[in-house]
Nanobody
Framework: QVQLVESGGGSVQAGGSLRLSCAVS????????LAWFRQAPGPGEEREGV??????????YHADSVKGRFTISRDNAKSTLYLQMNSLKPDDTAMYYC???????????????????WGQGTQVTVSS
């Protein structure tokens, strides 16, 4: 089993920054895909893939909506996944989730259905 625990969410003004953390524990044999998703408030809002990184190597990927503003990274020694979020916008307001699956991330990394493990989420609120 794999456990994921997010932290670091909060309320900021537009243009501000936050860093989310996800503590990863359990059996995470490489290659292992780690990702950040978000889900905006309101009915019908779908869970959106934000960024992904693989423990087996390769480049991380970021959604076009956050490219140049968000950066995903990981610290293997601390078994922690990060999401540095800069130049935040009100549209970034959402619950942010850490997710994981075994194997390579693949081209469909942004699809939430492929992930077996999820954290409880951390709320990010950006005010204008």
């Amino acid at each position: 089993q794999v456990q994921l625990v997010e932290s670091g969410g909060g309320s900021v003004q537009a243009g501000g920054s936050l860093r989310l953390s996800c503590a990863v524990s359990g059996r995470t044999y490489s290659p292992f895909c780690l990702a950040w998703f978000r889900q905006a408030p309101g009915p019908g809002e779908e869970r959106e893939g934000v960024a992904v990184i693989n423990t087996g190597g390769g480049n991380p990927y970021h959604a076009d909506s956050v490219k140049g503003r968000f950066t995903i990274s990981r610290d293997n020694a601390k078994s922690t996944l990060y999401l540095q979020m800069n130049s935040l916008k009100p549209d970034d307001t959402a619950m942010y989730y850490c997710a994981a699956k075994r194997g390579w991330c693949g081209k469909s990394w942004y699809s939430p259905g492929g992930y077996n493990y999820w954290g409880q989420g951390t709320q990010v609120t950006v005010s204008s």
